[in-house]
């Protein structure tokens, strides 16, 4: 269809939106679900202090994934590599990574079969040259989720949980309001570690505990808990006062 219309293939797509949304779990999907080949790159760990070797590693990246066309580059935290040239910083490695990558995309050797997915939670870092038509020309907005995505991240969360009769999944989903992918789904898992804690408390031991293990359930309560506790913490307000052992 691509050659028929004409239509050339996207070279590259940008997910941006806040943290926590998902990004790094849809290009996770990518692998698993497309039949192409998948080289991962993590930003941070492609900058050396070696005068050259990180050029050289974009350029070492884009190679292979040639070479494994169809393939498709993925860059999480694309930020930390391709920040705004001429914005100070540190060090030149940065401007050149970005010039490195300009010229991949822009490929002398034309890019066919290989697609660039890269994330990000700081789109207004990025080189304003890399979004140019014909680079980054797809941006995809990865938001907050709503009430029904995060009722279905809860759902999803819960799948393999012990969940109580009582448990109202929509209205834990209410409850929610202005949480993220990422703290939607550690609702489901502090509902858990709080059933966990109220076991081990009840028993005398570990092993009495875990007899009774079948009969825990995760109750509507324990979700309302895990909200509030997440809510703590996003907030960055300290939770309950813990006394810390003193040690000599
Ligand atoms: N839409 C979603 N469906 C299911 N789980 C989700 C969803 N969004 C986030 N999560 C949960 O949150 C975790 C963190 O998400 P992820 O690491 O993909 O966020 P991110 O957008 O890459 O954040 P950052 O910008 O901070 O890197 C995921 O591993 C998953 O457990
Ligand atoms: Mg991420």
Redesign the pocket.
Known sequence: MYTKLGHSMPKGLL?H????????????AVATESEANFISVRGPELLSKWVGESERGIREIFRRARQAAPCVVFF??IDSIAPTRGMGGDSMVTERVVSQLLTELDGIQALSGVVVLA???RADMIDPALLRPGRFDKIVF?PM?DKP?RQ??LE??SKDKPIGPDVDVSRVAELTEGF???????VANTAVSLVLHEYLAKYPTPEEAAKHASEAHVMMRHFEEGVKKIKTQREGKPGEKVTVPYYR
């Open positions: 997910m939106g806040p943290s926590g949304t998902g990004k790094t779990l849809l290009a996770k999480d935290e994330a990000t939670n990865v989720p995505a279905r991240i999803i969360h993220s992918g990422a703290d939607t789904s550690s």
